[in-house]
């Protein structure tokens, strides 16, 4: 079935730096990717997705590029803050269906 | 515009009982899916609805079990409570069910089963 695989965490950072967090995904269609942030208990909130290969999401500084020829959607940010601190979801919904497939989810802390 | 709105948000229940969620969707939006997020397992599907019809159903006991009503307000049951039902319980609501659909989250609602 289809499968999302994502850089374990926890991942820890200083103000400023540059945020890659790892997301390959195995399906047998062309999937929809999605990026989604979880802060603490709070549900899940959309950050960015795409729908076809090559587009590219954004928001909030955050970007990530749908990959099909390496089956990724790495999330990058080029400089973090302390309120980027949360849970980040790599998913992804394919077919007909809006059932989203989920990675394990990415701890990130970003220290002041 | 309210968001996905989920209730009780807290609740403790006892193994052995029983327990209903509620979930209303975002107004428009027709397509209503459940999730449990747990430590252990991470976020796994429940089931999927879209004009009342149960659409997909992941890989879960039949003591768990959902529906949806004519004006897209969602619950979902839980019978004969374990331990390990424990969760934070997720709906999410989009206009339509296709792939690729924005898809909006509630807070969801916490049960302990005790």
């Known amino acids: 079935g289809d499968s999302v695989t994502q850089m374990e965490g926890p991942v820890t950072l200083s103000e400023e730096a540059f945020l890659t967090i790892n997301c390959t995904y195995t399906a047998t269609g062309y999937p929809s990717l999605f990026w989604y942030v979880q802060y603490p208990g709070e549900g899940l909130q959309l950050l960015l997705k795409a729908t076809k290969a090559d587009d590219k999401g954004s928001n909030k500084g955050f970007e990530a590029t749908y990959r099909k020829e390496t089956t990724s959607f790495h999330l990058e940010k080029g400089s973090v803050q302390v309120s980027d601190s949360a849970v980040y979801f790599c998913a992804l919904t394919q077919g007909g269906s809006e059932k989203l497939v989920f990675g394990k989810g990415t701890k990130l802390t970003v220290n002041p | 515009k309210a968001g996905v709105t989920q209730t009780p948000r807290y609740l403790i229940k006892t193994r052995g009982q029983q327990v209903t969620l509620s979930c209303s969707p975002i107004?428009?939006?027709?397509?209503v899916s459940w999730y449990q997020q747990t430590p252990g397992q991470g976020l796994q599907f429940l089931f999927e609805?879209?004009?009342?019809?149960?659409?997909n159903k992941g890989n879960f006991p039949g003591r768990f079990s959902g529906r949806q009503f004519s004006n897209s307000r969602s619950e979902m049951n839980v019978s004969t409570l374990e331990l390990g039902d424990s969760a934070l319980y997720l709906c999410?609501?989009?206009?339509?069910?296709?792939?690729?659909?924005?898809?909006?989250f509630g807070e969801g609602s916490w049960l302990t089963v005790v």
């Open positions: 999410a609501s989009s206009l339509a069910s296709f792939s690729g659909n924005t898809i909006y």
């Open positions: 609805y879209f004009s009342e019809t149960q659409r």
């Open positions: 107004s428009g939006h027709r397509s």
